[in-house]
């Protein structure tokens, strides 16, 4: 199952692109998105994109 980020709580800081291994998150009018069909939520360890987002719950499941 992928990740999705909450447009609403985005604040576009960016952090999380850097650190996605599978560079599945992109800019995406103003804030940013996750790519469904390349998330692999960090394949059973803790996804890395969760760790250092500083928003509580803007990226969830899908």
């Given at each position: 199952m992928a990740l999705q980020i909450i447009r609403d709580l985005c604040t576009a800081c960016g952090d999380c692109v850097s650190v996605c291994p599978?560079?599945?998150i992109t800019a995406f009018k103003g804030t940013y998105k996750i790519d469904a069909n390349t998330c692999t939520e960090c394949d059973?360890?803790?996804?890395?994109?969760?760790d250092v987002c500083m928003e509580d719950d803007c990226i969830v499941p899908a």
């Open positions: 599978t560079d599945s059973d360890a803790d996804p890395q994109c969760v």
